[in-house]
Structure formats: structure tokens, C-alpha cells
């Protein structure tokens, strides 16, 4: 299954074609509004992969409030090699 996925995302030019295992930490994360279960999140993030320099960039993502991300969480990602913004994150990871 895993071969198929990659031979998908190479043919219709997935930026994560060919990605690597990383990590992703957590530097900085907005704090949720007082109201609303789902909320989008700013975050300042380090991705570090084998074989590349670590990057920090800016992102947005939708969390319910139980599961806010806070700094210094690392979570284990898929970073592309060619492209690196180009980021997939395993929150489902991220602890309760």
C-alpha cells in the first residue's frame, strides 16, 4: 500500500512525493478564543528531517480546544525533500 501511495503522489506531482521521516517542533502556538470547540492555531514550528538543515516556518491548523498544541510538543512528520515547507504532521500523535 505504502508503494502505491508513493507511486500516486510522484505521478500527479504531490509536493511529498518521495518525503522522508522527520520530527516537527513545536516553538510557538496561539492561544484558543474563550468560545469555540474547533479553532485554527498560528504555530511557529521546527522541522527536522535526516540529511537536511532544520527549517522553522509559520503554519495554521484547526484543533479542538481539549487538544491545543503547546511548545516543545515534537511530533513525528512526512518532510518532503525537494520542498521544504512542504510538511505533513501526525497530530492524531500529539498527547491528550
Same mark, same amino acid.
Given at each position: 500500500?505504502?508503494?502505491?501511495?508513493?507511486?500516486?503522489?510522484? @505521478? &500527479?506531482?504531490?509536493?511529498? /512525493?518521495?518525503?522522508? $521521516?522527520?520530527?516537527?517542533?513545536?516553538?510557538?502556538?496561539?492561544? !484558543? %478564543? #474563550?468560545?469555540?470547540?474547533?479553532?485554527?492555531?498560528?504555530?511557529?514550528?521546527?522541522?527536522?528531517?535526516?540529511?537536511?538543515?532544520? @527549517? &522553522?516556518?509559520?503554519?495554521? /491548523?484547526?484543533?479542538? $480546544?481539549?487538544?491545543?498544541?503547546?511548545?516543545?510538543?515534537?511530533? !513525528? %512528520? #512526512?518532510?518532503?525533500?525537494?520542498?521544504?515547507?512542504?510538511?505533513?504532521?501526525?497530530?492524531?500523535?500529539?498527547?491528550?
Amino acid at each position: 500500500m505504502d508503494d502505491t501511495s508513493e507511486w500516486l503522489e510522484r @505521478v &500527479t506531482g504531490d509536493p511529498l /512525493a518521495g518525503a522522508v $521521516r522527520g520530527e516537527v517542533e513545536v516553538l510557538t502556538a496561539s492561544e !484558543p %478564543a #474563550r468560545r469555540g470547540r474547533y479553532q485554527e492555531c498560528r504555530l511557529e514550528v521546527r522541522v527536522t528531517a535526516p540529511e537536511r538543515e532544520p @527549517v &522553522t516556518m509559520a503554519m495554521d /491548523a484547526v484543533f479542538p $480546544r481539549s487538544r491545543w498544541p503547546r511548545p516543545g510538543m515534537v511530533l !513525528p %512528520a #512526512r518532510v518532503s525533500r525537494a520542498d521544504p515547507p512542504a510538511v505533513e504532521v501526525d497530530w492524531e500523535r500529539m498527547p491528550v
